[in-house]
């Protein structure tokens, strides 16, 4: 007799699954369900459905099994690992639920926001948000800490995460990633108390004359300031990977760019006497920012507070100008200007010239070595804990 066809299979076996719910055979559902999950391998569909009859009514390993296959077979689904963390959870598996639910988290930021949904997805929801909030707020706080000399740090906000109600200080000043709030807002910064600025002012010049001689070089090493693939508003679809805002990187997120590093010698030797912001070693980030004439980049705010962003202008034409919380000012070259870039601010070229300044960011100069050392702790503890999240096996 021939083999029936899987078609054929499949589909008696979803009319008795739909006949077992129709008479409350719970146990009837079940096998005929995994029945079709052997039947039907790579339907991630299948196998979610599985899951959670398996969580109802079956077997709690069979429901990790179920969950831990939809994830394979659809890697790119939030949902398939908001409803795996959420068994995890239920099964006292925390670190292993706390990995499913983070990387969720990143495919789809919304498992960080609490919501008032009652259905089942909203209630894992709001149980994968939670979860991640505990977690990394006393991930935060144990390593910095509770001496009181680390206290303004001990209360700093990871603001994607913190595990209670916060508000920022100011009404122009949100940043995106990490707030400490006891530190003073400023959204610009007053340079005369600070030595180095007088020297590194008096290299301008020099850092000037390597840039010209060195920009069409290394032009060709540029990139998009904005990557394409980023989530931004409207506002910014002219500079989204466009170079009409083109960054060129001598450090970027704390790594030397050597293909351009090479280019430019003395104004990495002029950086050395100022305070340069990093998590390592490294300076975190060191670039020239060249904006094309008539662009505009529109009010946003930037990640953190606990370090400031420093402009040397270089190539400055009239109409050009920077806005921080509400305050213009006009770059003149070989002036730097310092602000915190928590606050909303913009910067506009209404020029027929491209503009061009250097960018570095250095340490906020309120912070003490041991804040500076403690801020570095906790963004290398996070770092290392997400770089090391794997799914289960079983």
Known sequence: MAEEPAADRAQMLEASIDRAFASGDNQGVLLALRQLASLLSTDAEVHHRLAVIEEQIGDPVGAIHAHLKCLQLAPGNPLAYLYAGYCLQQQGRTNAALAVY??????????LQANTRGDPTGLRLNAANRALRVHFSALHREVVGDKPEL?????????????????FKQPQQAPHLFYIPALTPFPYAELESWPWVAELERQAGAIREELLANLSQSRELGRPYLDDTMQLGEEFKPLLG?????????????VRQEAMAVYFPRTLEALNCAPLYGLSEQPFEVFFSLLKPGHHIKPHYGLSNHSLTVHLPIITPPNCSLIVDREERHWQPGKLIAFDDSFLHEAINGSDEERVVLIFSIWHPQLSAAEREAITRSFSTRSQWLDERTLPTT
Request: negative net charge; hydrophobic residues 35%.
């Open 242 to 254: 466009s170079l009409n805002w083109t960054a060129l990187d001598l450090y970027k997120e704390g």
């Open 102 to 111: 983070s990387l969720g988290s990143d495919l789809d930021a919304g498992m």
């Open 151 to 167: 206290a303004r740090i001990h209360d700093a906000i990871w603001t994607r995460t913190h595990d209670r109600p916060y508000e």
